[in-house]
């Protein structure tokens, strides 16, 4: 049921999989850093081996070439090849390894994506005030440049920072994240505005120094469960469900593709909540300057990173403190009917990405969309003959098909195929315009 030219890919992240933490020259992150103090991690687990595939690459390899891959998503570690974050000090080991991959895959006829920051900060940067400063904008735009200085001529699909919403809301507001910071209700949507003003300067960096030469294409990698009311018949629960999407995808997608600021549902919910509890001072969401980069239009495609998810209900514990908790004001609610994998927060809703997919083709101004991660998790151990997942993929999949063929789905602009399951779907021209 799929285009021909339809691409199938899987992806990856740097601290996840590579290990060799200290290997050949490698600095810090601020996941080694959170993971080495004792109660942070579950089993206080680090990422020192994981999968090894700083030393097991030509493994991972096997595994691209039998599954036949055509597309792969990798992050690259900005501490390998930065070891302090700063481009004076580049460690070269670093760059030969990812030189290694990138060749080897474009070898095999897999066509990489390579993500700049996914979540793994430089400790030396956080040390410096890391991302709640407004200088590090610039120090990513200079890596950003370095990254497509000396990998460009080959990597054609860019990502700037992935899920900029987890980094910001799980690393600064509720702590369970590197760098593990609780600082409730300000930190996070600073750190956020700071993602967002470094993106739009790495874009900028590449659309006017190395677009015309190398033809790449960059985005960040928006991350979204499908929300929809708990009671479609209550006018409050409609409305929570609003302010989930603003909070959530609103958040970063809407200032890169709909108006170059963030949705008003959520400035008006945080200024709300703000007078109510005396907070004095500026707006807890920052404004974007006329020195900061021009944020709309920021982005060549839409990324979506998908998982599960939730029925939404009003009124989800505001207390007299301020926190994104009470900001928002809703409560999510796992439907009894949805199957619950390995985690226990990811149901498993197939039909909620095709739902997802209709949203962001409605509400961003039909992009073309590249589903950058999907899964299916399970707790140890798994069974050689794993028919839950093979249930998972199979229906996902069905679902992406219903989203390409159904008539209600379909404008002059998907008339070619634009979505694809858990990776990428390469274009002859990715940069071609959309009508």
């Known amino acids: 049921m799929f285009p021909p030219d339809f691409a199938w890919g899987a992806a990856t992240s740097a601290f996840q999989i590579e290990g060799g933490w200290q290997a050949d020259g490698k600095g810090p992150s601020i996941w080694d850093t959170f993971c080495h103090e004792k109660g942070n991690v579950f089993g206080d687990q680090t990422g020192d081996v994981a999968c090894n595939s700083y030393e097991l690459w030509e493994k991972d390899l096997e595994c691209i070439q039998q599954l036949g891959l055509t597309h792969y998503r990798l992050s690259v570690s900005w501490a390998r090849l930065l070891p302090d974050g700063m481009t ?22 897999v066509s990489p994506m390579v993500t700049l920051y996914h979540f793994d900060l430089p400790q030396a940067l956080h040390d410096l005030g890391g991302w709640k400063s407004p200088e590090i904008a610039t120090l990513f735009d200079n890596y950003a440049k370095f990254c497509f200085q000396t990998f460009g001529d080959r990597v054609k699909f860019w990502i700037t920072i992935n899920e900029p919403h987890i980094c910001a809301k799980l690393g600064y507001e509720d702590g369970i994240h590197a760098p593990g910071l609780k600082e409730k209700g300000t930190t996070a949507y600073l750190v956020g505005h700071n993602m967002l003003r470094a993106h739009a300067k790495a ?21 979204s469960d499908w929300f929809e009311p708990l009671d479609p018949s209550c ?21 890169v593709f709909v108006t170059g600021d ?21 707006s807890r969401l920052p404004t974007f300057s006329d020195d900061d980069p021009f944020i ?35 409560k999510e609610v796992l439907d009894p009917s949805w199957p619950i994998c390995g985690a226990p927060w990811l149901a498993v809703v197939p039909h909620g990405l095709r739902k997802l997919l209709r949203y962001i083709k409605d509400t961003f101004h039909n992009p073309m969309v590249y589903i950058t ?33 159904e008539p209600t789905f379909t404008s002059p602009a998907w008339d070619s195929p634009l979505v694809q399951d858990s990776l990428l779907h390469h274009l002859t021209d990715p940069l071609s315009p959309l009508t």
């Not at 874009?203 to 991350?223: C, D, I, T």
């Open 88 to 109: 004076q000090h580049v460690n070269q080991r670093g760059v030969q390894y990812y030189n290694r991959v990138i060749n080897d895959l474009l070898a095999c006829n």
């Open 203 to 223: 874009w900028h960096s590449y659309n006017s120094e190395y677009r015309a030469k190398q033809k790449g294409a960059v985005s960040l990698a928006f991350n």
């Open 296 to 330: 709309l239009g920021t982005a060549d495609f839409f990324a979506l990173n998908y998982y599960t998810a939730r029925k939404v209900k009003a009124g989800g514990g505001v207390d007299q403190t301020l926190s994104m908790k009470s900001d928002l004001d809703a």
């Open 235 to 255: 006018s409050a629960d409609i409305t929570a469900t609003e302010r989930e999407f603003a909070f959530t995808l609103g958040w970063f997608a809407w200032p």
């Open 373 to 405: 991660e999907n899964g299916f998790s399970q707790m140890g151990p798994v069974q050689i003959e794993d028919w839950e997942r093979w249930e998972f993929y199979s229906s996902t999949i069905s679902e992406v098909a219903k989203g390409l063929f």
């Open 262 to 282: 963030y949705p008003e549902t959520m400035r008006f919910a945080i200024n709300s909540q703000s007078q109510k509890l005396g907070f004095d001072g500026t």
